[in-house]
């Protein structure tokens, strides 16, 4: 049986995923597929992706791969990157596109030019792209072994809204504190990029191969 199964729905470097998750769990068998039969077969499941939302939904759809999407999601350690966050709320200003639906809440694009305004006074650009710290909320398996505050990679224009606090794992700030993680159950989601993030990001795939919710 796969042990770690990377979603591939034909949007973004699925190598980078991959290649971090064999180096933390060499002993794992670590697969990039769009069959929803090795999804569904998989111990552990990554969906990740980069670009834009209707994309994401519409190449989702059209490779078949939703339902073994929300199965994975509904069942085992399942682990969102990115898009593959935005992906699993209600809807997105991205397209007013509908997302997957398995988490209640918006997905929300920062404010226009000139309104972000950094702590310094300093105009930030959007999209928001090179390292921030992330503030974990709760004590969750994921984060074990990361400092407080540890800094991750972003690149980004949209963000997370969670209707239910409880969902909400990490915060960060950029010009506005906006969610950068989400949990509930057997789910962890970020809108940063672990296999980008250096020794934390590492941290964070290695935990979540040894996560038993």
């Known amino acids: ?46 969906f990740p992706g980069q670009g834009a939302m209707p994309d994401c939904m519409r190449e989702l759809d059209a490779r078949g791969l939703r339902e073994a999407v929300v199965q994975a999601a509904a069942s085992r350690p399942f682990l969102g990157i990115c898009i593959g966050q ?20 918006e997905v929300v694009r920062f404010p226009g030019r000139g309104a972000m305004v950094g702590a310094d006074g300093c105009h930030l650009k959007v999209p928001h792209m090179g390292w921030n710290e992330v503030i974990a909320r709760n004590q969750h398996p994921l984060w074990r072994g990361i400092a407080p505050a540890s800094r991750f990679y972003f690149v980004h224009s949209y963000y997370v809204v969670p209707a239910v606090a409880a969902d909400i794992a990490a915060d960060t700030d950029y010009g506005l504190r906006f969610t950068s993680a989400v949990a509930r159950d057997n789910i962890f989601a970020v809108q940063f990029h672990p296999e980008k993030s250096a020794q934390a990001g590492l941290m964070l795939l290695e935990n979540f191969v040894g996560w038993k919710p």
């Open 1 to 46: 049986m796969t042990s770690v199964a990377v979603v591939d729905y034909g949007m973004g470097n699925l190598r980078s995923v991959c290649k971090a998750i064999e180096h933390v769990a060499p002993g794992k068998s670590v697969v990039i597929t769009s069959d929803p039969d090795v999804v569904a077969r998989a111990e552990r499941v990554v």
């Open 86 to 105: 935005q992906m699993l709320f209600e809807h997105s200003e991205e397209g007013n596109v509908p997302g997957i639906g398995i988490l209640p809440g």
